[in-house]
């Protein structure tokens, strides 16, 4: 398997390091598409549409250092343990992965230490340069509509155990007013998809959000530019907010 991360601006100055687990659908050939149809294979079970260009965005708006997994989720999550029967799913909303079905432990620790373990090492690289005030930000998107369900929330804020930057963000939820946005929402702690925040942000005392855009609001650049201008909206003004309460106390 070729490169499964890359990193970008690795020497920004910026306070924000941020990071995109699912930033490609790229299924590096010796998975035979994982017996995915091309239209499987373009979908949101493949990948985060969108996420990587915000992450873009952002990443020039805050001269923020960028890691990014260049592999499919559906060859590994790299926003889920090793441990964890999503980090290969079987299965994905109504998309079955047939190249995921029966794997062996050895092809299970081969996928993790191809794809998972590099991206935990560029993760580490990145912020063991960097201060104690860094903040960890990852970008994802979810689909407008889940298991036949339309979800309205269109920004959603979310944290495990240290809510400081998600708290101070919403404080200034009256700059976006446009904006539905919601805490720990589509998804929350409870259903597993703060394992990067933990690993990398908590282990490290570090400030961190996951922020989760719905990806119909991130179809073009007109689209990118417009979310991207609205999460810093929420974002810079927090980041300036949590560092005087922290200087404060």
Not at 128 to 141: E, F, K, L, M, W
Not at 235 to 248: C, K, Q, V, W
Request: net charge negative; proline share 6%; aromatic share 4%.
């Amino acid at each position: 398997m070729t490169g499964s991360v890359e990193i970008l601006n690795e020497t920004g100055i910026g306070r924000v390091v941020l990071l995109c687990e699912h930033a490609s659908n790229r299924i590096p050939a010796e998975f035979d598409d994982l017996g995915l149809s091309a239209s499987a294979r373009v979908s949101h079970a493949a990948w985060d549409p969108g996420a990587m260009a915000l992450t873009r965005a952002l990443s020039t708006a805050l001269d923020a250092p960028v890691v990014a997994s260049t592999v499919s989720r559906l060859v590994y999550d790299c926003n889920r343990p090793p441990e964890a029967a999503s980090a290969m799913p079987e299965k994905s909303e109504l998309i079955e992965v047939p190249g995921n079905v029966g794997l062996d432990q050895s092809q299970r620790d081969a996928r993790t230490q191809a794809v998972y373990a590099p991206f935990c090492q560029a993760v580490a690289q990145v912020l063991d340069a960097r201060g104690p005030d860094t903040v960890v930000v990852t970008i994802h998107s979810f689909t407008p509509v889940y298991f036949g369900q339309p979800r309205a929330v269109e920004l959603g804020l979310l944290h495990d155990q240290d809510s400081r930057l998600v708290d101070a963000m919403l404080d200034h939820m009256d700059q976006i007013p446009h904006r539905r946005t919601e805490r720990n929402q589509p998804y929350g702690p409870a259903d597993g998809v703060t394992h990067s925040l933990r690993l990398h942000a908590l282990s490290r005392g570090l400030a961190n959000v996951m922020i989760e855009v719905r990806n119909d609001l991130l179809g073009n650049e007109i689209q990118v530019a417009n979310m991207s201008r609205d999460i810093l909206a929420l974002l810079e003004p927090a980041l300036n907010d949590i560092t005087i309460r922290e200087g404060a106390s």
